[in-house]
């Protein structure tokens, strides 16, 4: 354009060089092709050419001659002139000036011989043409045009009416209805048609009207209508359009099928087009739309409307409502257009217009889902017959009679050609498949085939793809079908058969698809659904026990077809009314193994709703819903064929999370299938049970018979070995076990926290039993990894890894020992010490390399206590290996024979089954005799390999004390709370350790160790462990109880055995005697064990920690039958326990129950117990304390053994240094006599701190203590009473009578020593001599001790019972005037001297009543500003060792009015009383147990009397009592008047 833009420029010049300039560029924009007839370039030069010539720029000659140049050149040059001038001509026409125009017509008519004058006349104006002379008048022209135009288009020359041409269309009519024979041909009748609309002037469209009409009439003669159409018709379009005014015809009519069949056959044939039809087909797709949408929205408000209570009759409303609506499926023209489609097998066509509808909508009309089934049915015939595992002569007949239809479809004939082509037509069927279950069972007998060759590896890679398909069958196809199939159980089982084939994964999501999407994607599906649940609640309101059976009919019937709806409704009725689980599991007997196993997917979707909270309101226990449903799943996997693998894996995928709650529902599902219970309710005949044969443990051991068990524990063992879930799950429980105490949240309460820890511990055990039980032994061997994999790669704890292991080593063992004796050339004959050694032999090859896998896992220090081969022999064996349960075998025994003794007695069985259930007791007795032999043998093995083995158990590198600590940390203490077997068996092995006289092992310091302070292992303790140390504590109090029951006893299996030495030397002196502890220091240490049992529990009854409460109630429980027994121990308890129940009522239901049972179980208990006089018999020893003590009494008191039962090792540089001030402090009070006496006859007690040996004292020094002490005991004895009117004298003499009744009655020390002694030479010397150097210091400590329980004789609690107090006053003032003047009194003369003495003392307490307060309290005040600071040091350190805290508010105030009655005393003794009285009231029970736990001493009561006393006593209690409480009475009168 710019080049040509030079060239005009250049016009002005053009006479010399503008025109050979222009034709150059002119010639170069050929070259480059830019001078073609559309060109604009070319145009454009050509307008500006002309526009210059008419503003007068360039001649008109000069542009024609150019123009002429031009045209040789260029061809096109003409046409693109005569459009130039066109444009000119209109725009001239709008301009004013004429000159314009005249240049403008001058230069056409210069151009007339380069464009023809006919390019001219189409372009130009009729007054330019005029101008030019092509037209000869502007107005003739007009004319001629008008009349032109009415001829053509207004002037009637075809007829399309039938009337105006009625011979014509009547021969028409005629001619297309002839029979059409094969003589007569489609070109034939094509002229025909010709000829007569050309004679007749017919309407072309007409005709083609009535050849629709014709072909609509016959469609039968396809083949020779479609040839006919296709020569007569020259455009589609045409026809379509005839054919769609045919449709709007039948606009509110319904439409005949033959116009469709031949719309249908037209579209076959592609003689019509689809897209320019489907505008014709009524109605709309937005009316089609709309009516959709309307049907979801009606679908869900009738499923809400069902859902609400409503009382109106909801019949007739929805008759009303049908009524009015217009069902849009009648006179729906695509649809009845897409059914023929269809029929004829065009299925893209078909498929197109489905494409344009909402989803499913076609489908939903039963005629198009006929359509398409049939269609299937064709395109699989050839397949099914190939693979439907059905014989031929079934499968002969031809599927469809439809010639079109089998003609125009192909058949598949291979699995990826059923993927391709087969599925997508299915999928758009959707669940209306239903409306034909043949198809449905086809697909499912192809999918059955396709997946057993696919296992066995008969398919080819090219084929596998339909694997993927067959489950999109499944979720879109089939299960959804089954929703609206009316409760064909066959078609279930069939679809059954399919499923199984699949994992449980991907069934289960299947299942989820359909349960909770499908029935949302389907408006019918909705409404079904509705009235499912509907159905659902009427059923479940009418189940109960009675009628079972037809109610289960009916819920049969619903589960076939819609099982996810009713199961969804169950589960959540069971889950709010656990009384419902029952009769709903017995009338679930009839649905089918679709049904069941869609029961188990929902049971684990209703345990892993996210929204349900496990735990209930209180965040302490688990959910009843939780519970409830865990129940009811193992009740329907024990008697239904329920696929298990699921469930256990949901269990296994939760403890991977690290979440234990449902481990409840594995729980359940064992108990239920196996049988085996874990409850520590279980009687003590079944723990007896447990540690027999297998046998005996499925007889007696469970409260259910584990034999009608088998099957349904052969299902769960197969399905965990199935899907390696057997180990897997035992090491997640073992490892949940110990992480559910961090890993759960820290705001959960500690009560719910055991329980999860009990529930892990306890699932553990019965899963582990289970596993031993079912699993055969190679079974099992082959999963379990070594011990140290388990305790370090899997982080097992120790008990659980062994308890994992220990029936592999058993097995191993054995298997190892039979393996030796075939090597024995002379079994037959070989006795049983060959046996016994082969037994030992491989035991050790088994076991060594045990030990060396468990050596390095500890540290090694713990090996210089205990060895690797004891620890590993302790946690391998069980209780089957240390004892025979004879009498529980023999109570089975005798519970056959009486079984059989009743089946003779009943007449009423036939004899058949008489012999039968003889045969079947018979056989069970003769194996459990059997049992039991074999058991006898394989102990008495295992003892003689614990004798070989026993001495190099314990290695004395280190004290005792910490190898039974070692051994209690390491052994005991883990496993007394793992099982209640495990807890029985603990102390059966203690008491084999000490029946083997195991080498440096210490029964005394192993009991002392267990008993002595229990405080802290109750309070670590769960609910389920305390009942498991309970049990433990019971059989090793047991054992000591028998022990101490007799003397025969003890002296026969405890006087000379190794446990029980008392003192352990080294060195070769001839001194290093070890001491046996006779049979009454026994008595004395279990004395000390009960009182501190005693004090742990009441400490913890008081603590107010509900875990501490719990565990000791139910540890009181469990150790009943041999605690208490001793009455003051029982009544101590007692008080606790009732002030515990009224405090816990209403407050913590749970502690108030166990606190009602322990009550009256320990009321039962009372008519058991025993004076502690009758216990142990402290009276013996104080007569021989106060003539002198023989040689091992001096051993027992002073020199081998500490006070007080102590159970030590060595003394310490502290209590050296007491000792001494405690020396010193005796000889100021040994001078000060009246202030002595004061105190003993007052009932306080000095601060005492119990000493060792002074090993810095002089000889000398002891013997003067000692004659100062018995100078001391000569005046006391003499100051006696001898004016009764001097009432403070006399009160006091009878005080020092009590206290020194005390220092004479004092109790038998023990002490249990390893360390070897330091002692001088002169201490050597003297006892070599026979004399005891420490008896006077021995003697003073002693007295000091017993003025101390003479104070817990009077303490508060004594005086609020004043029948105890009184009783207590007697024995005391009997005893220790007796033994004050070394004689014995008759009862009567006691009682009498009692009753003068509590006369007198009520009179001084009623008159002294107001003055001595006031100086007992300003005296308590002046002593604490005088009295020195180790003295509080000292009471202190008393309180300590003080015994049982009896006082409470009331019995304090009684307390203090009786001190401030009482006479004047010296400053040291009120004061002392009124300090530790005051810190006696305020002492927290928490530092009894953390003095407790400091030191194991113990501080027995000394007040008790010897048996013969006591009865003595009892006779004259009555009128004892009588006669204080009328002196009582008189003497508060006569201080109130």
Sequence with gaps: ?????????????????????????????????????????????????????????????????????????????????????????????????????????????????????????????????????????????????????????????????????????????????????????????????????????????????????????????????????????????????????????????????????????????????????????????????????????????????????????????????????????????????????????????????????????????????????????????????????????????????????????????????????????????????????????????????????????????????????????????????????????????????????????????????????????????????????????YLMKRLSKENVKPSGRQLGKLSHSNPGVLFEYVLSQIQTHDNFIGPVVDSLKYLTSMSYDMLAYCIIDALAHPDKSRMKYDDTNISKWLQSLANFAGCICRKYQVDLAGLMQYVANQLKAGKSFDLLLLREVVTKMAGIEISEEITDDQLDAMSGGELLRQEGGYFAQVRNTKKSSTRLKDSLLEHDLALALCILMAQQRDSVIYEESAESHLKLVGRLYDQCQDTLVQFGSFLSMQLSTEEFVKRLPTIDTLITTFHVPADAAFFLCRPQYTYAINSKFDELRKMDKNNKQSGSQLKQQRYIEAAEAVMNPVVELIRPIYNCRVWEDLSATFFVTFWSMSMYDLAVPTTVYDKQIQQLTAQITAIEDNDDLPQSKKKKEKERCSNLMAKLKDEMKKQGDHCSRVMGRLKAQRDSWFISRSTKNETITQFLQLCIFPRCCYTASDALYCAKFIHILHDLKTTNFSTLICCDRIFCDITYTVTNCTENEAHRYGRFLCASLDTIMKWHSSKEIYDKECASYPGFVTVFRKGTDSVNIADQLDYENYRHVCHKWHFRITKAMVACLESGNYIQIRNALIVLTKILPNYPKIQQFGQALERRVDRLRQDEKGKRPDIYALAMMYSGQLKGKKTSWVQEAMFHHKELKGKKLGTGASKNENKASGETKTSNGEVKESSSSKEKKSEKKEKSEGKSKSDKKDEDKKDSGSGTKKPIKEKSKDKEKSKEEKTQRKEEKSAHKEKSIKREPEDEGDRGQNKENKRSREAEKHTDKSEEKIRVKEEPQEWTEREVKDRKDGHDCGHGDGKIKEERLEKIKLKRTHSPSEVKDKEHKDHRAERASSIGSQESRGSWKSPEQSSKSQDERDTKRRKLESSSAAGSKDRDHSETRDHHKKSPSNERERERKDRKRMSLDYSDEKCEGEAKKRRSVEPQQSHSSSKVNGDSDKHHSKRDPSRDRLDGHVKIKVKDDPTEDSPQKSKTKDKSKSKDKEKNRDKSSSSSKKSKK
């Design 1 to 537: 354009m710019a080049a040509m833009s030079r060239g005009i420029e250049g016009l002005k010049l053009w006479e010399k060089s503008g025109k050979s300039e222009f034709i150059k560029q002119w010639s170069t924009l050929k070259e480059k092709n830019f001078l073609s007839k559309d060109s604009k370039v070319l145009k454009n030069a050509l307008f500006e050419l002309s526009w210059r010539v008419l503003n007068g720029q360039m001649k008109v000659e000069s542009a024609i001659n150019l123009l002429e140049d031009l045209c040789e050149s260029v061809k096109e040059l003409p046409v693109a002139i005569s459009d130039v001038f066109a444009i000119l001509d209109v725009e001239l026409s709008i301009s004013e000036e004429n000159s314009h125009r005249d240049k403008f017509i001058s230069l056409v008519l210069g151009c007339e011989k380069m464009v023809a004058s006919s390019l001219l006349k189409e372009r130009l104006d009729l007054e330019t043409l005029e101008s030019l002379g092509l037209l000869s008048s502007k107005a003739q022209f007009s004319q001629k045009y008008v009349k032109l135009k009415t001829k053509l288009y207004y002037k009637q020359k075809k007829f399309n009416l039938l009337r105006e041409e009625s011979e014509g269309y009547a021969k028409l009519i005629s001619e297309l209805n002839q029979d059409i024979t094969e003589k007569i041909t489609v070109e034939q009748s094509v002229e025909n048609l010709k000829s007569l609309i050309g004679c007749f002037d017919l309407d072309p469209n007409r005709v083609l009207d009535i050849l629709l009409e014709s072909f609509e009439c016959r469609p039968h003669l396809e083949n020779f209508y479609v040839p006919l159409f296709k020569e007569y018709v020259t455009e589609r379009k045409t026809l379509c359009n005839i054919l769609g005014f045919k449709f709007h015809f039948y606009e509110e009519e319904e439409t005949p099928p033959s116009l469709y069949k031949v719309a249908a056959l037209l579209l076959r044939h592609n003689l019509i087009d689809l897209g320019t039809l489907y505008p014709h087909l009524l109605p709309g797709d937005s009316k089609i739309k709309e009516y959709n949408q309307k049907e979801v929205d009606e679908a869900k408000a009738y499923a809400r409307k069902l859902s609400v209570v409503n009382l109106a009759e909801r019949n007739e409303e929805s008759k009303d409502t049908e009524a009015v609506k217009v069902d849009l499926y009648v006179i729906n023209q695509k649809l009845g257009l897409t059914e023929a489609l269809l029929r004829l097998g065009v299925w893209d066509k078909a498929k197109e217009i489905l494409d344009r509808l909402p989803e499913f909508f076609g489908t939903v009309h039963r005629p198009i889902a006929t359509g398409l089934c049939s269609m299937v049915h064709c395109m699989i015939d050839s397949l099914y017959k190939d693979n439907a595992g059905l014989p031929k002569k079934i499968l002969k007949g031809k599927v469809s009679s439809d010639k079109n239809l089998t003609k125009n479809l192909q058949e598949v004939g291979s699995y990826r050609a059923l993927h391709t082509e087969v599925f997508p037509v299915m999928r758009y069927i959707g669940p209306y498949a239903s409306c034909d279950p043949v198809l449905i069972v086809k697909f499912i007998r192809l999918g059955k085939c396709f997946m057993t060759k696919r296992h066995s590896g008969g398919i080819t890679p090219e084929d596998d793809v339909a694997y993927y398909g067959f489950l999109n069958m499944l979720d879109e196809v089939l299960l959804p079908s089954m929703s609206m199939l009316p409760c064909n159980c066959c078609l279930s089982e069939e679809l059954w058969g399919f499923l199984k084939l699949f994992p449980y994964e991907l069934r289960y999501r299947l299942y989820g698809n359909w349960k909770n999407d499908t029935y949302n994607q389907h408006p019918r599906l909705v409404r079904i659904r509705a009235d499912s649940m509907e159905r659902a609640k």
